[in-house]
């Protein structure tokens, strides 16, 4: 009764059975390299099939909190505006994106760890780019982030008849 998703590009890449592009490798060493997307620490690498921590964190989504997220639950306001790591497995079909849907895209995403990082009390220390407000990546590499995130869907689940009911 698990469903399973394994057969996206990526899954197929890392059994050796497909090829990623130019612009899909760049991607991902963008989301693997601290000094670029830094994208590992939250959401796993290509060891972790599920691409998260499964860890509650503050990613700067919010400089005051409406909502507090885990703080809501604990009562503890050191966990205020903190949230789960979604899994990055077949983001292509999630959208909106965020705890809170206020993104319609990945590309807003990808834009926003790039430059719309708001700081607050309880800003995890991963965030280490607060600063400057995001990784700050060029069109390029927002491209080519968007291309390797992209790989980790996998339409044959989706479209399986026997998870139709």
């Given at each position: 009764r698990?469903l ?41 690498n290509?060891n ?8 509650f ?23 205020n ?23 319609a895209?990945?590309?807003?995403v990808i834009?926003?760890?790039s ?10 220390p ?15 590499d ?11 869907s ?8 026997a998870?139709?009911?």
């Open positions: 698990t399973i998703s394994a057969n996206s590009k990526f899954d197929r890449y890392s059994l050796g059975e497909a090829t990623l592009t130019p612009q899909e490798l760049n991607g991902l060493d963008v989301f693997l390299r601290e000094d670029k997307g830094d994208c590992f620490h939250c959401h796993g290509p972790n099939p599920l691409w998260t921590d499964n860890d964190h503050n990613n700067g989504l919010d400089a005051t909190f409406t909502d507090l997220g885990l703080g809501g639950v604990t009562g503890d306001p050191n966990d505006g903190k949230f789960r790591s979604p899994s990055l497995r077949n983001l292509a079909f999630t959208a909106p994106y965020m705890h809170d849907g206020r993104f895209t990945l590309d807003e834009d926003f760890y430059g719309g990082l708001q700081n607050s009390s309880t800003i995890d991963l965030m280490k780019n607060i600063d400057q407000g995001g990784v700050q990546l060029s069109d390029q927002k491209d080519d982030l968007k291309a390797f995130l992209l790989t980790l996998d339409p044959s689940f989706l479209n399986n008849p998870f139709q009911n």
